[in-house]
């Protein structure tokens, strides 16, 4: 696969932007980031076969890398790819902030690991429906103790409640604003449609707010019987919205039924990996939710803060690429090696996009990151905890 085709950014005057720096664990303050051509090639070598592929930024990039027998390895101060000795890839370190491997039977060297911890490089691993199932990371980057204990106090008080109401409260709130944003370019019946589900939306968050309770117990009844209400209103705006050929009957939670259904899959697979990423680097346990009850292997408190993130970063991705003439095949039930780097290509720029947050322009991927190290002082007690809301 080559590289989604990066337009030229438009000369202007970028507001500042504040990029998380994994290393210092601050908000530093760089240019807007905007899509970019790739590098030279003699500072970036990509594949034409489908295997690396690299989403460039002005501030860095993610590296995706996607083919059975590859070798991910380092050679001075580059990422270098490997297929069958031959090197088919190569990245310097200091253009990369993410690499994800997206495929079975590709190993990495302890060397280019080690190297990637010390500057606080992440490594993501997903399935090939795009569930991550690992996150290597350097444990020196999270936080002190006191963070997990107030935490897990937090799951039996009013903190862990209030965590709750926000979280609902944030989804329900980007729901309708999406609907808002796709009604816009719309008309007659469909227009006044969504949005007479967006104004049913904006009661319904009021409803989340008011839900009573002083623990993540006595709330979350409540408040999942509100997140359903608005789902089913949702999911069928959606649907109604989107092409007839797309074969989308509606969300389905368990398997893809249809490909609309594998692309939104994989694409919450790769938010969750930035989530998740993003937990572990504010210091709390991934393990332990408020709003998603405790199940083994399931990540609680991961699924708690994406919810908000769900609408702008893989619906908008994924929707408004379909309702432009998209297109996703299914083959046995998962989504063939093409549409799953277009979904994921249009998730990770949405993840580069810059909005507006706390009065200031920052890229998504560093909003998650302040939003996780929000969760983190609300169950300290020294801040309230306020959703992250879109400005469409």
């Known amino acids: 696969m080559s590289a989604l085709p990066l337009p030229l950014p438009t000369p202007r005057n970028p507001p500042a932007a504040a990029q998380f720096n994994w290393l210092t664990g601050k908000l530093d303050?760089?240019?807007?980031?905007?899509d970019l051509p790739l590098p030279p090639v003699d500072?970036?070598?990509?594949p034409k076969d489908n295997t690396?592929?690299?989403?460039?930024t002005e501030n860095g990039s993610q590296l995706f890398i996607s083919g059975f027998g590859l070798f991910v390895g380092k050679k001075s101060e580059r990422v270098v790819v490997r297929k069958d000795k031959a090197v088919c890839a190569q990245v310097p370190l200091m253009r990369v902030q993410e690499i994800i491997i997206a495929s079975r039977g590709v190993s990495i060297s302890s060397d280019l690991l080690e190297e990637l911890c010390?500057?606080?490089?992440?490594?993501?691993?997903?399935?090939?429906?795009g569930k991550p199932f690992a996150l290597v990371t350097s444990p020196?980057?999270?936080?002190?103790?006191?963070t997990r204990r107030a935490q897990l106090a937090a799951g039996q008080n009013q903190r862990g409640a209030a965590l709750c109401r926000w979280i609902i409260a944030g989804k329900i709130h980007n729901q309708e604003k999406l609907l808002r944003y796709f009604a816009k370019s719309r008309q007659g019946v469909r227009h006044e449609s969504l949005e007479k589900a967006a104004s049913t939306l904006r009661g319904l968050r009021r409803s989340a707010l008011a839900v009573e309770g002083d623990s993540p117990d006595e709330v979350r009844g409540s408040l999942m019987g509100v997140e359903g209400t608005c789902a089913r209103l949702y999911w069928k705006e959606i649907g109604n919205m989107l092409p007839e050929d797309s074969g989308f009957a509606g969300r389905s939670h368990q398997g893809a039924t249809d490909a609309v259904n594998a692309a939104l899959n994989y694409g919450y697979g790769i938010l969750t990996s930035h989530v998740w990423g993003?937990?572990?680097?504010?210091g709390l346990e991934p393990f332990a939710g408020f709003l998603h009850v405790d199940r083994s292997g399931k990540p609680s408190l991961v699924l708690d803060l994406m919810e908000e993130f769900r609408q702008p970063v893989v619906d908008r991705a994924i929707f408004s690429w379909l309702n432009k003439g998209g297109r996703l095949t299914l083959v046995k039930g998962m989504l063939d090696g093409e549409s799953r780097e277009s979904v994921a290509a249009r998730v990770l720029t949405r993840l580069n996009a810059i909005e507006q947050h706390r009065g200031k322009q920052h890229q998504i991927r560093s909003i998650v990151q302040m939003q996780a190290r929000l969760a983190a002082s609300a169950v300290r007690g020294l801040r309230d905890y306020r959703s992250f809301s879109f400005k469409w």
């Open 278 to 282: 993003a937990v572990m680097n504010a």
């Open 43 to 46: 500072d970036v070598i990509l």
């Open 140 to 146: 020196m980057l999270t936080a002190t103790v006191e």
């Open 118 to 129: 010390e500057r606080g490089i992440r490594v993501a691993y997903l399935t090939s429906s």
């Open 29 to 34: 303050v760089t240019p807007e980031q905007i």
């Open 52 to 56: 690396v592929t690299l989403l460039a």
